[in-house]
């Protein structure tokens, strides 16, 4: 009886084991959902329309999602996203308090290409 036992507990693990392991590789091969759509690299820098010098801390929000992207201290931004129709951006200055305060823009891009390089320049609020 314990030989048995012992029997069907390797019997389920290897038997769970393989399970787990099939599903791994099914989804390496086929991805997930979010994987079927053509990737595109959106990049550029934005800039102060005034002198021309690179902003640090905008925070670029794409397409009504949750998802964002940062300027690093040149200016420079990048991120991926998955191909649509148009891109709309809306740039804000989060930080005004470091680098002066630029006003908000939003922009839209209708573009099939698979690298959209953009040069963006902001105007500084009035004060």
């Not at 698979?114 to 963006?120: D, K, M, R």
């Amino acid at each position: 009886m314990k030989k048995t036992k012992r029997k069907n507990f390797w019997k389920y693990l290897v038997g769970g084991a393989s399970l787990t392991t099939f599903m791994f590789i099914f989804q390496a091969c086929y991805g997930t959902p979010q994987d079927m759509h053509p990737d595109v690299l959106i990049q550029g820098q934005v800039t102060s329309s005034q002198d021309g010098s690179a902003i640090p801390d905008i925070k670029i929000k794409f397409n009504d999602d949750n998802q964002y992207a940062m300027t690093d201290s040149n200016g420079n931004f990048a991120f991926y996203t998955y191909e649509r129709d148009a891109y709309n951006l809306i740039f804000e200055d989060i930080d005004s308090t470091n680098n002066g305060a630029y006003q908000s823009k939003d922009t839209s891009i209708v573009s099939d290409e698979s690298e959209i390089n953009l040069n963006i320049a902001l105007d500084e609020v009035e004060r």
